[in-house]
């Protein structure tokens, strides 16, 4: 039962079989189509979103009504606004499947229950959110410092799972670009 879940959990932490069934307890499976709402602007984010498959965006429509991808997520990544999460207020972003997908949600209001039932996942989470953050960390400095193309081809080059999976106005909007100067990039590769 949800194999690439716990398999993730195994690489960080130790988590014996009976661990295993009392975190599923309080973990909730959800099913959702492509492009199904998980989070709206506005709405307060209520958990915390794993995917065991399928795809996942985090956008937000700026002034001009234009869609600004921010995060994406595939298989064995965790999708949430952390910052409505986290403090239980309005959210910025939306929360969308880009493609039919199996999740397994963290219920708020159950958090802190399951950290105390199972303390080993709170190092779990700072690990996963450590590397969540280096993440952001790197993809900012990129910004900055690479050229939109140089930008493509490394994005390309380190994960293309999601050059192949993330329709191409999603990817140029994460990239800030045009999806026709995408396309004209990838005619170039």
């Given at each position: 039962?949800?194999?690439?879940?716990?398999?993730?959990?195994?690489?960080?932490?130790?988590?014996?079989?009976?661990?295993?069934?009392?975190?599923?307890?309080?973990?909730?499976?959800?099913?959702?189509?492509?492009?199904?709402?998980?989070?709206?602007?506005?709405?307060?984010?209520?958990?915390?979103?794993?995917?065991?498959?399928?795809?996942?965006?985090?956008?937000?429509?700026?002034?001009?009504?234009?869609?600004?991808?921010?995060?994406?997520?595939?298989?064995?990544?965790?999708?949430?606004?952390?910052?409505?999460?986290?403090?239980?207020?309005?959210?910025?972003?939306?929360?969308?499947?880009?493609?039919?997908?199996?999740?397994?949600?963290?219920?708020?209001?159950?958090?802190?229950?399951?950290?105390?039932?199972?303390?080993?996942?709170?190092?779990?989470?700072?690990?996963?959110?450590?590397?969540?953050?280096?993440?952001?960390?790197?993809?900012?400095?990129?910004?900055?410092?690479?050229?939109?193309?140089?930008?493509?081809?490394?994005?390309?080059?380190?994960?293309?799972?999601?050059?192949?999976?993330?329709?191409?106005?999603?990817?140029?909007?994460?990239?800030?670009l045009t999806p026709e100067y995408l396309s004209e990039l990838r005619k170039k590769k």
């Amino acid at each position: 039962m949800y194999p690439n879940f716990i398999n993730h959990l195994r690489r960080f932490i130790e988590i014996s079989d009976d661990e295993i069934l009392t975190l599923l307890k309080f973990i909730k499976p959800l099913s959702v189509k492509k492009k199904s709402y998980l989070l709206k602007e506005g709405q307060i984010c209520k958990a915390n979103y794993f995917v065991e498959e399928g795809c996942l965006r985090m956008f937000f429509i700026n002034d001009k009504g234009i869609e600004k991808t921010t995060q994406f997520a595939l298989e064995n990544w965790w999708l949430s606004d952390y910052m409505s999460f986290a403090n239980q207020v309005p959210s910025a972003f939306n929360i969308q499947a880009i493609e039919t997908a199996e999740l397994l949600c963290i219920d708020h209001k159950i958090q802190d229950e399951l950290f105390k039932e199972l303390p080993q996942l709170e190092r779990y989470f700072r690990i996963i959110f450590q590397r969540a953050n280096a993440a952001s960390q790197f993809r900012i400095k990129f910004l900055y410092d690479l050229s939109k193309e140089d930008s493509f081809h490394h994005f390309n080059k380190t994960y293309p799972e999601f050059v192949q999976r993330v329709p191409q106005y999603m990817l140029a909007s994460f990239l800030g670009l045009t999806p026709e100067y995408l396309s004209e990039l990838r005619k170039k590769k």
